[in-house]
Structures are given as structure tokens and as C-alpha cells.
């Protein structure tokens, strides 16, 4: 653990989807460096949590504060120039342009447009198929390359803590290895990363610390090895399958 | 074959051009906004009619004056993104089109009153002279209507893969939230895509005043047109936009030459109900 310090603080937040409420006084921090997870079955609210971090979403109460700043009513491209990018459940490449297109899209903000060509080196070092793929039409990509690619477009953003929703879904074993691998690569170089999961098991082996959501509340929060030991006795408690 | 035939093939393919012209606008709007632009046409026929008043109260020729009705257009298009469109998509998605069907009324009439109800071209001396190929006399302005056309798509074209802005504008029509989520502001993009739209119809409109008399009415025979380009071509592709003109083109002229210009559009049409059967997403469309 690099630090200690608090990157990202949310003080509890309710969020409402129209008049329905997903969250209900959320609380959560996330340090500089680590690699949180948020653990929580369908309609938890762990990507309206994510949302609401990148704006797409603004809380009714409560602040989300990044490296100092209010950003709870900041839109998306705003934070995104602040350093927060995400990576969109189900990938969400864009599916007619090519893969190299959508690195570009990634550099979009012009903070980000200065080092297009080093984070695009970065982004092939670690993904080497994407290189070999750069041609090629997003849509024609395996559900695998296609979670590269997304990483990848948003690394090329610049970003200094990555929201990853859902990374997982639909991959096979081997694949998600592969992801992971590189996931402790991209946090290596400084990046945080919080990403949300339902593969429970899996997400504990590779995180620093986690957080529980069930219906739109923080049930339970700790390190991995403390929460490992809570999923066993209270598996029926969490309300979700261990998926592996 | 008789060489009779081959006048209405390349009148049509010229005529092509034009309608590939007018075609990119309500094309791109469709492709990022998901609006169907009913005002589409009759901001063509804005563009003729400030050619007509550049034309007639300066002296200025129409496509010179481009340089004073292209800017005029872009800032009306970004105007009215986001002090109407983007208002309208906040309180749902049928909203837009009434705005858009009010804009269309609100010209047609502004028109009627500014330039009566009467015909008008834009006369200028080569709108009226031929060009000679192969023996065959064609009207030079159609010569004209399908280089524009060439040099629009070329130029959109390049705009949207080559520019940060342009590949926005594609990203956001792709997947909107995914491109929010990479730090374009959506509803700017948006602005900027109905802008350009307008670029397009301000130099469709320079060209269809050239080519046809119209009046303040006829923006809607062109939004149909421009309808049948996009549905033959397929959305989101300019090339396809290109081809899709040329083809309605030949059919509009083909069909004249076979059944009379009372049964032109017509065959026009029937083709553009069997490519909806056939192939629904156009020929050069992406599968949506």
C-alpha cells in the first residue's frame, strides 16, 4: 500500500433513478494506489454507484469528492478531464469504428490529446493484439478483445482512478486471468482502480479492500482477507452465487 | 442500346449528385441525433433563397456567397441544437420531431412572406449553358450538382474519420454514453452536427436553386427525396448517401423516360419500397 490518503471520499449520497431511490446514504473512500472492490447482486446499486461518480448521475444529498474537490455536480466530460474514466458494463466499444479509432476516442479531452502517443505505446505493450487488430472493426472482436479494447480507450483518457463495471461478465476463465493480470500491471504504474464485480470469489483473491452493497446500501466494508472470511459463514446472507 | 438512353442514365447520375447534396444533412442528423429532420428540406430551400438574395441584392455569385450563407446556416444549425433540439430530446423523444415539423411551418411561411409565393431561381449565366459529350448536349449545372456532391462527401467524409470533432460526432452516434463516459460533451457534439448539417443544406441549396425553380413550398418534395437517398444508401455511411442520390437519380430519370415525367417519381418510389424490403438497412448501411 503506497498511501493512505483518501483519492476519492463519497459522503452519504442518495441517488434517485427518477423517483425510485437506488442509493441510500452511501459512504465509501477509496485510497490512492489501491484496488477496491464492490460486491453486490443485481440492482445493488453498485453501477449506480459508478455512475454517480462519473456524473452520469448527480446525488440529491451528499458529496462526491475527488483529490480535494467537490465533483458530485460536475458532468461526465468534466470529470473525465479531472482524471476519472470507466469502463462501461458490457464493454460498449464503439462497434463500427476501428480498434484504433477507438483508442483515439479515448484522447478525446485535451489534457489527454498531449500524450496520445505514449499512452497508445502503453496500451499496445500491454495489449499486444490490439496492435496486431488495429484495423480491424470493433464488432468483429471477441467478447475478450473487446473488454482490451475498453480498458485500453480508457487508459488512453489519462485517467488517475479507473472504474471498471462488470469486467467479467461473459469471459471465459482464462480470458479473465489475462485481464486481471493486466489490470495489476495498469495499478502498478499509479492508477487506482475501483471495480465492480458479482464473481465474489474471484474479486477477493485480487483486491486490497471491498465494499458490500445490497439494495442500495453499504451492508459491510474491509479488506479482502476479513471479507473472505464473512462470505464463508454468511454466503446466504450476501444474497449472491459464487459464480466460478 | 439505343444512344437515346443514355442521356436520362447520365442526366440521372448528375441529378444524382444533387440529391446526395441535399441527402448528407438529414443523414448525419438521423446518424447522431436519431432525428428525423422534417424542417430538413425547407432549410435547403432557406439555403436557395439566401443564394437568391445574395444573387440579387449584391451580385454575388451564389457559390462565392457561400462564404456569407455558410456561416449564417452553421450558426442558425447550433442555435437551434441548443436552444430547441436539445431541450426538446430533455422532455422525450417525439418532442424533437414536432419542434422540427413547427421549424419547417415557420420558414415555409417566413419564405412566403419575404419572397411571395411566386417561382424563383438562382440565375446565374451557367445555369443556363450545356456541355457537349460523346454528341450528347447535358446541362452544364448538372455537370456542377455532381462535382458539389463528390466534393461534399469527400470532405464530410474526411471530416468525421480524420478530425478529433468529427470522430466525436461519430463516437456519440455510436454509442452516446460510451462516448460521454470518454469525455465528449454530448450535447455540444450534437450542436456541432446540426451545424454542419446546415453547412450542407446552405450549399444544396446554392445548387438546387441553380438546377430548379422553386418556391417556399418546395423543401418538402426535397425532404422526400433526401428520405428515399438515405433509405437506398444506409445510414451513417457517406458514400452509401452518395450512391443512394445517384441511384434515386437514374430511376427518377429512367422511369421519365419510360412512363412519362407524370410516373417518374413513382418508379422512384417503388425502388425505395423494395430496397426496404429487400435490404432494409440500405445498401451500404450498417446493420443497426
Redesign the interface.
Known sequence: MTSSEAQLEIKNIDVFHGTFQALWNVSLEIRRGEMLALIGANTSGKSTLMDTI?G?LHPVNGTVEFEGTDISRL???DI??LGI??V?EGR??????TVH?NL???S??PC??SKTKPNLEKVYGLFPILKERRRQIARTLSGGEQQMLAIG??LM?DPRLMLIDEMSLGLAPIVIDDLFKALKKIRETGVTILFVEQNVKRTLQETDRAYILETGRVTLNGTAAELREEAKIKKAYFGIEECD | MNSDIITPVLMGVMLGGLYALIANGLSLVFGVMRLINLAHGDLVILGSYLAYAILTLFGLDPVIGLVISVPVMFCLGFLIQKYLMSRAFAISTETPLIIAFGISLIIQNANQIAWTPLSRAVNTTYAQESFFIGGLQLPLIYLFDFIAGIVVMVLLHTFLKGTYLGRAITAASQDKRAAQLMGINTNRVYGYAFAIAMISAAIAGVFLGMTFPFTPTSGTSFLTIAFGTVIIGGLGSTLGTFIGGIILGVFQTLGGYFFGSAAQMLVVYLIVLIILAVRPQGLLGSRG
Open positions: 462519473s452520469l458532468d461526465c466530460h473525465v478531464g474514466t470507466q462501461p460498449r466499444v464503439f462497434p463500427d469504428m479509432d483515439m476516442i479515448g478525446y479531452r489527454a490529446r480507450r480508457c483518457a
